[in-house]
């Protein structure tokens, strides 16, 4: 059972930046698929920005390309998603997701299909909220 745990999250103005954190506690992540997804209230969880530690290959959602990076340390067992540019919109709670994998088609698929599933990982952790004020 790997445990994720984000940080990083709070209350900023538009246009303001944050960067949040995901870490697995005494677990490696190599070669795992891993995502940054969100969700607001009233509406569907949104995959935003996915990373496969094994390689490096990403994918970034439309509504937030440009403006987002995600990004790892390997050597930290952490996950990164920093976000600039922020906007109201963005408000929500942002949740990091794993999944074991052996090479990197869960980007492929992603960037295949335009969308990133939750039912695609098995891990995840209990979220960080993040608040844009206009």
């Known amino acids: 059972q790997v445990t994720l745990v984000e940080s990083g999250g709070g209350s900023v103005q538009a246009g303001g930046s944050l960067r949040l954190s995901c870490v697995a506690p005494?677990?490696?992540?190599?070669?795992?698929?891993m995502g940054w997804f969100r969700q607001a209230p009233g509406k569907e969880r949104e995959g935003v920005a996915a990373?496969?530690?094994?390689?490096?290959?990403?994918y970034y959602a439309d509504s937030i390309k440009g403006r987002f990076t995600i990004s790892r340390d390997n050597a930290k067992n952490t996950l990164y998603l920093e976000m600039n540019s922020l906007k109201p919109d963005d408000t929500g709670m942002y949740s990091c997701?794993?999944?074991?994998?052996?090479?990197?088609?869960?980007?492929?698929?992603?960037?295949?299909?335009?969308?990133?599933?939750?039912?695609?990982?098995?891990?995840w952790g209990q979220g960080t909220q993040v608040t844009v004020s206009s």
């Open positions: 997701a794993a999944q074991s994998s052996r090479d990197a088609t869960c980007i492929t698929a992603i960037q295949h299909f335009g969308v990133m599933l939750p039912a695609m990982y098995k891990y």
């Open positions: 005494g677990y490696h992540y190599d070669n795992f698929c």
């Open positions: 990373l496969y530690t094994g390689g490096g290959s990403t």
